[in-house]
């Protein structure tokens, strides 16, 4: 019994040592200490963004990746931020600390807009 | 597919010599390289497989030019991975075009990410062209950084502060706008007040007879907005060129030939040189259509254009890199 038991808490070791799982995504071990995500991520693909608007507690950092096979950018509105072109593949990234809404859109193709909602 | 076919106007119902039935079997011609010219208010299309078979006759004119377009030089993912081998090809078609242009037209997106080796390679390849001369206007590929410095260093001599400018040649006014600066969030190209105030100026004093050739790399006629494929302020700019009896509309941007006939003007969009697009709505967005390899250069093309004094409108002819 103890042996099994030895067996599975390694297995479970060796698999939260990996690539840094996060308790919120996989539910493996859910942890009492769990701490509420500092990152959120947009994918830019297809000339969208995706999902085009999210809500974000403040001091979450927003990552934008370029998906697509075209050049994009990510230019808010308010000019609170402003990534250089984002080649495929590209990623730029923002933490928002103050809450409110921030409308950004992409400078080069302006049809593509999206929003982040800052609690 | 040689051979001409010759169409004639059959009900004239807005009296501005189209035939609806007419224009609708020439627009659906115009991607195999269709012809289609409006000679002193009717409407003739000749249908062709390749530019040798044209009648050099209906060509001939005053000015020959050719219209290039979207030439994104450092693009490489699937849909090209050689776009410097396709604009060359455009260049050797250029070449072999029976009546030599005087000029060419490239109507932007001549980079791809507004880089200094991107342009200059265009320029070294187009040197090659039996051309004396090429004129630009910006896409919105080519002003990605410090609002297109490196593409005015090397193509806005003689421009206006905000790059439009216009020329004479043989007494054809040519106007090149500049539609791709300044776009706002949620909208299409714009020209933006001070260029609209240029513009009126620049055409006020000409005579209602002078030919107009505007060029400018976003559509001037709206295509299909949900693609941002059109320009929210052209309307003021089509105003002041209303008294004109003929304008033509060159444009880029959409990859694709398209042409649009309006009273006086004729629109006219070009295939790119590097890669295909696909048409309004048949596809989830507006990107890179990749398409077999064999099939790329039946996609891609030039547009040869001919002035003819005493013709309603210039001679607008597509052909591809086959």
Redesign the interface.
Known sequence: MRKSVLIASAMVAAVMGLGGIQPKHNGIIASAQEKPPSTAEVKID???FGPAAITIPAGTTVTWINR????H?V?S?EKAFKSK?L??DEKFSYTFTKSGEY???C?????M?GKVIVR | MAGRTKIEILHDHNQDGIDRRGFLKCMAWAGTGAFCVMKRGVLKSYSMSRLSDMNPEDMKGELSFVQISDSHMGFN???NPDVAATLQAAVDKINSLSIPPEFLLHTGDVS???KPEEFDTVSQILKGAAAKDVFFVPG??DV??DDGKDYFDRFGKGTQPGGWYSFEKKSVHFIGLVNVLN??????GTLGRAQLEWLEKDVKHLTSSTPIVVFAHIPLWTVY????WGTDDSAQALAYLKKFGSVTVLNGHIHQTMQKVEGNVTFHTACSTAFPQPKPGEA?????MKVPAEQLRSLLGITDVNYVRGKHALAVVDSTLE
Do not use: R
Request: aromatic residues 8%.
């Open positions: 297809n000339f969208s697509d096979d075209i050049p950018t230019v509105t072109v080649d495929t409308p950004y859109f400078s080069i193709h302006p049809k807009t | 993912k699937a849909a791809h990410l507004s919105e590929h990605l950084n776009l706002k969030a949620g909208g299409m907005p949900e693609w941002g989830p967005s507006p990107g890179p």
